[in-house]
């Protein structure tokens, strides 16, 4: 997993790698152009052609450096200075010196006409603002910007696409680059990970440039990338001598009448989780319906016939799993009341039970440390709120996760996990075709088996993300994302476990 940093934390591995290595800073900026210049060429070929559009700072000095590097390896390079302001950077000046004294031509932009004409084939190097900008581009920026995006061009965007912040919301009235590739340094950025900026990022790659390590692993970030899960290996393995009782009992409330297709997704994605024992707890119309369709389970009925109403006993299992399809009956509410205050095992709560709760916000209150809630973007809206923006949603994210002591997954692209330590993990797996019905009771089934045998909740809560994602993206791969439905991610979940954890 990867560390988000914030702008500020970049700038001071920055400085302090420069006075360890006792390095100028443009050699610095030598080592991240050379970074960007590596990626560059293993994805276009020498007969595209390519501009280079630099700032006035240091992101136009690592522009330059690029061009020079691409010159050198022959490609055909053509250099723009935009001159926004009279005040050039010192690396950028330096940069500019070497580039010159190759013999390769600059220009300066001055006013909006002076911009070049881009080619269709051509590739655009976008360096006029990095990660540092912290205000709204106007002017002469502006209208350059407004040139590129209407262009149809390939734009690489070094740092951050031009105009856009790295660690707060950007205005939609902000000028800001529309990059086809967004090359950054070291870690992903905040804003990588908020809807609004998808369509300015393209395809974002982090680009190692051997910032000092030690900082690294030391500096403290609530933000975290979850890029590989290997690390929890050996909370899943298995032992010679184990039995299906060492990986726990799960309890799953689902299902109600016309609504049993969800217990049966949930249980079957339980049982592929890794469940020792799985009993699913069901209304008397869905007996018959659990028994065919999900025969490795135990199954549980219900004194009513269409929903649930009737807590049963919670001894012996060791996590419960509950919400999928079980409506919103008065009794079925009285029931999830009785389901907080007698929890003592992790506890995972999803769809009409998070309906439930928001409809009675003071069941929050009772909510058992560490219960794991999987709301999608609008229950979590009618649990806790309508946000500004996403950068104010991760914010109230993670605010409710710790007044609440809860573990909150906010499922969706990137789908954020909020701790209740304050800690927003952001997964990597998953893709659009997810986006089906009954995916998400695929999910509450697998986090509730993951709790079953791993202690951690939040291990746990991680774990599953991640693994559902990389099934659906195995998924994709089978079926299409237009196709897929969420049988297929299920199918899927065995072999992502052994992809994502190596077991």
């Known amino acids: 997993m990867l560390k988000i940093f914030s702008t500020k934390q970049i700038c001071e591995a920055d400085r302090l790698t420069i006075q360890k290595e006792s390095i100028p800073s443009v050699d610095l900026m030598e080592r991240a152009a050379g970074a960007c210049v590596d990626w560059f060429t293993s994805v276009y070929t020498q007969d595209r052609p390519v501009m280079v559009i630099a700032g006035v700072g240091n992101n136009g000095g690592d522009a330059l450096v690029m061009a020079r590097k691409l010159l050198e390896k022959g490609y055909d390079v053509k250099s723009y200075i935009v001159r926004y302001s009279e005040r050039f950077s010192e690396d950028l000046q330096i940069n500019l010196d070497r580039l010159v004294a190759l013999g390769h031509e600059v220009s300066y932009i001055l006013e909006e006409s002076q911009f070049p004409t881009i080619s269709s084939n051509t590739v655009l190097i976008d360096g006029l603002f990095g990660s540092g900008l912290n205000r709204k581009i106007e002017g002469l920026a502006e209208l350059c910007i407004g040139q590129i995006n209407a262009s149809i061009a390939d734009v690489v965007s070094i740092d951050m696409p031009s105009g856009l912040f790295s660690d707060a919301f950007t ?43 030690r900082f690294l692993a030391s500096e403290e970030s609530d933000l975290i990338f979850i890029d590989a899960i290997d690390e929890f290996k050996s909370l899943f393995e298995r032992k010679k001598f184990d039995h299906k009782g060492s990986f726990g009992h799960v309890l799953l409330l689902a299902g109600s009448y016309g609504k049993m297709g969800a217990a049966v997704l949930s249980a079957n994605a339980a049982l592929r989780s890794g469940v020792g024992r799985l009993t699913s707890y069901v209304p008397h119309v869905g007996y018959s319906i659990m ?11 219900d004194d009513y016939d269409h929903f649930l109403g009737e807590l049963p006993s919670l001894a012996g299992y060791s996590s419960i799993g509950c919400g999928p399809g079980i ?10 009341r009785s389901l907080l205050e007698k929890a003592k095992v992790n506890l995972v709560l999803d769809a009409d039970a998070l309906n439930i709760i928001s409809e009675s916000k003071d069941y929050l209150k009772s909510l058992p440390p560490n219960t ?13 709120g309508i946000s500004k923006n996403s950068y104010d949603r991760i914010k109230l994210l993670r605010d409710m996760a710790m007044k609440y002591k809860v573990i909150i997954v906010l499922k969706g692209a990137n789908t954020a996990i909020a701790s209740a330590d304050g800690r927003v993990f952001f997964n990597s797996t998953g893709n659009p ?46 079926q299409g994302q237009t196709a897929m439905v969420a049988s297929d991610i299920i199918s899927s979940i065995g072999p992502s476990i052994v992809k994502a954890l190596k077991v």
């Open 327 to 336: 409506g919103m009956n008065k009794k079925t509410k009285r029931l999830i």
């Open 291 to 301: 028994q065919s369709s999900v025969p490795e389970a135990m199954c549980l009925v």
């Open 372 to 384: 794991i809630l999987t709301p999608h973007l609008r229950e979590f809206e009618r649990l806790f």
């Open 433 to 478: 075709g997810m986006a089906t019905a009954g995916s998400g009771d695929v999910l509450t089934g697998i986090v509730a088996g993951f709790c079953s045998y791993v202690k951690d909740p939040l291990v746990a809560a991680i774990a599953a993300v991640y693994v559902h994602g990389l099934a659906g993206d195995y998924s994709a791969r089978e």
């Open 171 to 213: 205005s939609e009235s902000s000028p800001v680059i529309l990059a086809s590739f967004t090359l950054t340094f070291q870690s992903p950025k905040l804003a990588f990970f908020l809807p609004e900026n998808e369509e300015y990022l393209g395809v974002w790659k982090v680009l190692d440039i051997g910032l000092d390590s």
